[in-house]
């Protein structure tokens, strides 16, 4: 299959799967992979196989063909292919929950040479890094990383990157108990969506309307979270992404639990207990699994450094200085310095975020 069959295939594809003919996509994508000998072509099928996967939920299948993609971009000796290549890798790593492996992919993006590209992904790769950072409870580094994806979408005028850093932000404050500020940026996805999002992935509506659910359910609005989670559900059932599904799922379990219903509330029992039914010993690793969890709270420094409280026990407004230290919202006001209290840093200037 020559340079010009190729191309057309792949658009075929594409159009396919803008009409969710979802497998019918993937199959004539698979078929211009085996029998494509254009490397320009088969790095681009391989990126649409990457992406559709990643919005199925299917992670490792995501992850098979970025690899193939990383040897691909080998081939054709490019450096903005390899950069793609390596921020599929680590996209890939971050949803599977590799963390460590995906900040280590994201590096080795950030410390290729001069690229095109790079204006472009530098976002996308720092909010991967932001994603891992905060699957690893490193709530500054992840904040740091969220800011910086931020104004790479500001300069660039990039509202489906922007979308995808809301996301991110009202899950980060969602953990950290800011629950005004888990909804408030979802809700800016959810308008990013609406106004921009027209050719957009219905991926974006759903993720956006899924954290809406969880921030309203954190502050007892259990009318408008089953709205958003029966949205966000019908979305992912339409694409065939059980990992959404089961976010959704759980979602629903929170919202009947917290209006009562305490037979729907044993889903999320169920569902949590499965992993803990698989391991053995587990009573004589309880220990050293305590000793950890203590070591791991002190890493992660969630503490006012006015009060001394710790942040992140209890619903309370929070507010992030620009070198990403984070405080209560009524510390500083009660404070009145212009630095900041933790590295002295002179600007009181709110960030981005």
Known sequence: MGQDQTKQQIEKGLQLYQSNQTEKALQMWLKVLEKSSDLMGRFRVLGCLVTAHSEMGRYKEMLKFAVVQIDTARELEDADFLLESYLNLARSNEKLCEFHKTIS????????????????????????????????????????????????????????????????????????KDYEKALFFPC???????D???????????????????????????????????????????????????????????????????????????????????SKGLQHELRSHVVRFHECVEETELYCGLCGESIGEKNSRLQALPCSHIFHLRCLQNNGTRSCPNCRRSSMKPGFV
């Open 105 to 176: 992919y994201c590096k080795t993006c950030l410390g290729l040479p001069g690229t095109r590209a790079g204006a472009q992904l530098g976002g996308q790769v720092s909010l991967s890094m932001g994603n891992a950072f905060l699957g690893l409870s490193l709530f500054q580094k992840a904040l740091e990383s969220f800011e910086k994806a931020l104004r790479y979408a500001h300069n660039n005028d990039d509202t489906m990157l922007e979308c995808r850093v809301c996301c991110s932000l009202g899950n980060f404050y969602a953990q950290v």
């Open 188 to 194: 800016k996805a959810a308008e990013l969506v609406s």
């Open 196 to 278: 921009y999002g027209k050719g957009w992935s219905l991926k974006y509506r759903a993720m956006s309307q899924y954290h809406m659910a969880v921030a309203y359910r954190l502050l007892g609005h259990l009318g408008s979270a089953m709205e958003c989670c029966e949205e966000s559900m019908k979305i992912a059932l339409q694409h065939g992404d059980r990992p959404l599904q089961a976010l959704c799922l759980l979602c629903f379990a929170d919202i009947h639990r917290s209006r009562g219903d305490l037979e729907l509330s044993q889903l999320k029992l169920h569902c949590l207990s499965e992993g803990i039914c698989r």
